[in-house]
T-cell receptor
């Protein structure tokens, strides 16, 4: 599975949109982009995934660039409960390979 | 619907003792995964099952670790004998199938401390 690069941390103001970037320049055509988050030692929580089209669900939106080399997870109205480590994962098989992720801190 | 259930949530044991962690996957899910999380190594996959059959155990650290899935609703991860370096949070996850579009849902984890 292709590797991903995320900034180590990011801050966001409560109520604002949080845009979380991820680079995956070596992604293959059949690999999906997955996002999970982990809130303070809880089990990782699935957020969203996509192949090449933009995706939206009740939690977030996923924007994938046309060349698929990068993506952005958007939390439209961040709350304090969105403070977590966010993992961007490129997945081409049954396995999920977690990197270090990015710590998002939502500030009041 | 109940999610993935793990027990115990916390386990403290002494070096050399046997430890058994338990997992009940989401009903109807055919794939089950065991992960371990430490500060040093992050989240890493230990083993996964599909239809109760172990498919890939390449992440199991050594022979002291073993995992079983006797039926579709139960799996165990056993460490015998346990060592202090096994201290970690162990997560179980399940998914409907084993493909790249099958979302894995994680349990709350078991925090293991080996003294």
């Amino acid at each position: 599975d292709a590797k991903t690069t995320q900034p180590p941390s990011m801050d966001c103001a409560e109520g604002r949109a949080a845009n979380l970037p991820c680079n995956h320049s070596t992604i293959s055509g059949n690999e999906y982009v997955y996002w999970y988050r982990q809130i303070h030692s809880q089990g990782p929580q699935y957020i969203i995934h996509g192949l090449k089209n933009n995706e939206t669900n009740e939690m977030a939106s996923l924007i994938i660039t046309e060349d698929r080399k990068s993506s952005t997870l958007i939390l439209p109205h961040a709350t304090l409960r969105d403070t977590a480590v966010y993992y961007c994962i490129v997945r081409g098989s049954e396995k999920l390979v977690f990197g270090k992720g990015m710590k998002l801190t939502v500030n009041p | 619907d109940a999610g993935v259930i793990q027990s115990p949530r916390h386990e403290v044991t002494e070096m050399g003792q046997e430890v058994t962690l338990r997992c009940k996957p989401i009903s109807g899910h055919n794939s089950l995964f065991w992960y371990r999380q430490t500060m040093m190594r992050g989240l890493e996959l230990l083993i996964y099952f599909n239809n109760n059959v172990p498919i890939d155990d390449s992440g199991m650290p050594e022979d002291r670790f073993s995992a079983k899935m006797p039926n579709a609703s139960f799996s165990t991860l056993k460490i015998q004998p346990s060592e202090p370096r096994d201290s970690a949070v162990y997560f179980c996850a399940s998914s409907l199938g084993g493909g790249p579009t099958d979302t894995q849902y994680f349990g709350p984890g078991t925090r293991l401390t080996v003294l």
